[in-house]
């Protein structure tokens, strides 16, 4: 705040002092006094001219695996970025921390493997890629699902069988698919060779896509995703192996699964980095960087996102019998990604602590509407149970649990 | 004269013309001397060349159509299906794969979900048991999964059942495995009409499609009709076919045996009994109307399959006669006729009596008409 250093009468300096201030903060001065409440609102409102529109931050050097370079160690990144992608992680932490709370509602059923801690990888790809590209990953798939475009409202309804989920509460948690992103996929590393294969229709189709294809430490020693690596490498396929390394496949640590945790080094003959997951700059130009790699047509590239889970494997999982309270304590306290984007934008003067603190209010608001939805959406009609059996078909009878019970399918 | 075709076509691959063959044929004489003709007759075609003139006819059709497997471009095909394919279309049509089977269709089925229309060959069905996750739960599986949202329009084919010699790992039947799953469709031809339409109909369903060929049949000449002929002839997926008529016995079947049914039924002619033979073509959806209907006819059910007995197609046909109004027409219970409830063994004699012959299908419908 400016004051003036006029010289002024003990009875002028209030006026004074108030005349000099940018206007807006002279009515938060005089509103402190008469509506505090109201005062709030508008000392958030800074301008614009008071924030820097952008700047530019060290980030951590990237281990390379056949490469003789590796992604920038600065990135440049501007105010509305650093908005968009703090709004991003900060829904996906709260939609997730309410996933939670529903499935200990019992609201929520089956399966449920959470996000949290994991944010800046979903947003730091998405971000680097763009919406023409294709994503496919395994079951811990809400954060990807909201950052490719589906609406919170529409992953909890389908979180909690509704017909207003993303795909009419016929997927559940770990299926749920929109524009370019396929899931969501239960079976451990089924989704690598698939993921390759939309790649393969990215190279025929010569629209210069790519396809981050995703997996966890745990799915990185299926043998099949060796199948794949030799087939992308053989064929150049435009795909970006993204290896989510969060320390635990379910309870087994990493060290107890494979005989080498180098997973960017896994792919053998393909280049590969280790990126740190924690950290959304990081990821952002990593994946810049590979999908750079891919569209060149230089054949896949793999990445190796070291990032952490803080809750168990999934709901049923508390997640303490395999690892310490204190390690999750420690990874949260030092290297939560939201926490990290938050101290950066603020020490750069990129964004202020009210205004960040505003942008969760509005979060949590949007979180609470969509849970609404969600636990008072109707169920799916009965008649849905015998639908999309087949694409294009015209209608059918399907078989219910005893020959007199038949349920209509159409496509 | 035949050497010098012999001769043109020993330089088809250097780009010399050949002469047309077949009905393309009739039009050029037509043309060239003024000649009316009668209509092209039917023609011998073998099974193998029904399926490369499908493949064929469909990769030419449709750009997004693929084929992928094992030796299926340079070798021409392990079974020389899809001779010629890669000359004709290159690596980007017809693509050789490692031998990695899980990996390969995956791949293809990721690739039909982002747009293409791959065929992807198993070189027997026996390798599909690898790869046997990615096409229930990532093919069968996905369109009911997403509401719609993602197709699968991809076709897994390939050779199934017993060959000749091929003891135990090679020669198992998968038609009962494929046909549990729902969200695809299982198909298996007898006669090259059935391989050529099928095949069309299955590249051109945007539903996963399991085909499930069979190695012996490869060789064998069928008459195709001139409408089968035809570019756009299609055999339509979820129909039965009646190969022969009858009034006492109905015999139904799929693939190889097929052929077993309408040999037995000769034999049985001459002895005064007429079999209706009802070849299936598609296992799911299951044409058992037209079984149904066959049965209210004849009073009297064989089933006749290659595959195992237990939980087989036949066990289905029984079970859904049973449910529904047909049962009441039944004069004797329903027989199965199948493969020994055992691996397949080497030694000739042992393999021979572990397929259904002739005289096992004979011997059920005596005994089911009480003879």
Known sequence: ?411 | MAAAAAALRYLAPLGARLPPQGRAAGRLLQQRRGLRLSAPAAIQVTVRDALNQALDEELERDERVFLLGEEVAQYDGAYKISRGLWKKYGDKRVMDTPISEMGFTGIAVGAAMAGLRPVCEFMTFNFSMQAIDQVINSAAKTCYMSAGAIAVPIVFRGPNGASAGVAAQHSQCFAAWYGHCPGLKVVSPWSSEDAKGLLKASIRDDNPVVMLENELLYGVPFEMSEQAQSKDFVVPIGKAKIEREGTHVTLVSHSRPVGHCLEAAAILAKEGVECEVINLRTIRPMDIETVEASVVKTNHLVTVEGGWPQFGVGAEICARIMEGSAFNYLDAPAVRVTGADVPMPYAKILEDNCIPQVKDIIFAVKKTLNI
């Open chain 1, 1 to 411: 705040m400016f004051i003036s250093q006029e010289p002024v009468f003990v009875q002028d300096t209030t006026v004074f002092l108030l005349l000099s201030l940018p206007y807006h903060v002279t009515i938060s001065v005089v509103l402190y006094f008469m509506y505090p409440q109201a005062s709030r609102v508008v000392v958030a409102s800074r301008n614009y001219a008071d924030f820097a529109s952008e700047a530019t931050f060290e980030i951590k050097k990237c281990d390379l695996h056949r490469l003789e370079e590796g992604p920038s160690t600065t990135a440049v990144m501007t105010r509305e970025e650093g908005l968009h992608y703090y709004k991003t992680m900060q829904t996906i932490r709260r939609m997730e921390l309410k996933s939670d709370q529903l499935y200990k509602q019992k609201i929520i059923r089956g399966f449920c493997h959470l996000y949290d801690g994991q944010e800046a990888c979903c947003v730091g790809l998405e971000v680097a890629i763009k919406p023409t590209d294709h994503v496919i990953t395994a079951y811990r798939a809400h954060g990807f699902t909201y950052a490719r475009g589906v609406p919170v409202r529409e992953i909890l309804a389908e979180l909690t069988g509704r017909k207003g989920g993303c795909v009419k509460g016929k997927g559940g948690s770990m299926h749920m698919y929109t524009k370019n992103f396929y899931g969501g996929n239960g079976i451990v590393g089924a989704q690598v060779p698939l993921g390759a294969g939309i790649a393969l229709a990215c190279k025929y189709f010569g629209k210069n896509e790519i396809c981050l294809t995703l997996y966890g430490d745990g799915a990185a020693n299926q043998g099949q995703i060796f199948e794949t690596y030799n087939m992308a490498a053989l064929w150049k396929l435009p795909c970006i192996f993204i290896c989510e390394n969060n320390r635990y496949g379910m309870g087994t640590s990493v060290e107890r699964a494979a005989a080498s945790t180098d997973y960017y080094k896994r792919g053998d003959f393909i280049p590969g980095l280790r990126v740190d997951g924690m950290d959304v700059l990081c990821v952002r130009e990593a994946a810049k960087f590979a999908a750079e790699y891919c569209r060149s047509g230089k054949g896949p590239i793999l990445m190796e996102l070291q990032t952490y889970r803080y809750h168990g494997h999934s709901m049923s999982d508390p997640g303490i019998s395999y690892r310490t309270r204190e390690e999750i304590q420690e990874v949260r306290s030092k290297s939560d990604p939201i926490t990290l984007l938050k101290d950066r934008m603020v020490n750069n003067n990129l964004a202020s602590i009210e205004e960040l603190k505003e942008i969760d209010v509005a979060v949590r608001k949007e979180i609470e509407e969509a849970a609404q939805f969600a636990t008072t959406d109707p169920e799916p009609p009965l008649e849905e149970l015998g639908n999309h059996i087949y694409f294009n078909e015209p209608p059918f009878e399907v078989r219910g649990p005893n020959q007199w019970i038949r349920y209509k399918s159409v496509s």
